[in-house]
Nanobody, 123 residues
């Protein structure tokens, strides 16, 4: 089981950058894939990126390729989401989530979620 805590959200102007952090705790973290999702009111959560903790393998969703990157610091048990060239439509609550390592393309099996952090991009 793992626990996840996001931080780093806030208000940023369009075109700016923001880095979110996800502190990961628990046992056997190397057995998990940990990803970033976002959600806006009335919409389903949107998959952004995922990283396999054991080997650093990454999968990015089409909507954020080229603008958002994911990384991890295994020593600090922390995952990061670097967001560049932010747009007003990136405004959402951002969540990190974890699942037992499986097909990275599968997004319906995330069992553990953080509480979310709000990102607001002003125009």
């Amino acid at each position: 089981q793992v626990q996840l805590v996001e931080s780093g959200g806030g208000l940023v102007q369009a075109g700016g950058s923001l880095r979110l952090s996800c502190a990961v705790s628990g046992s056997a973290i190397n057995r998990y894939d940990i990803g970033w999702f976002r959600q806006t009111p009335g919409k389903e959560s949107e998959f952004l990126l995922v990283i396999r903790w054991s080997d650093g393998n990454i999968l990015a969703g089409d909507s954020v390729k080229g603008r958002f990157t994911i990384s991890r610091d295994s020593d600090k048990n922390t995952m990061y989401l670097q967001m560049n060239s932010l747009k007003p439509e990136d405004t959402a609550v951002y969540y990190c989530a974890a699942k037992r390592s499986s097909n990275l393309y599968r997004t319906d099996d995330y069992a553990y979620w953080g509480q979310g952090t709000q990102v607001t991009v002003s125009s």
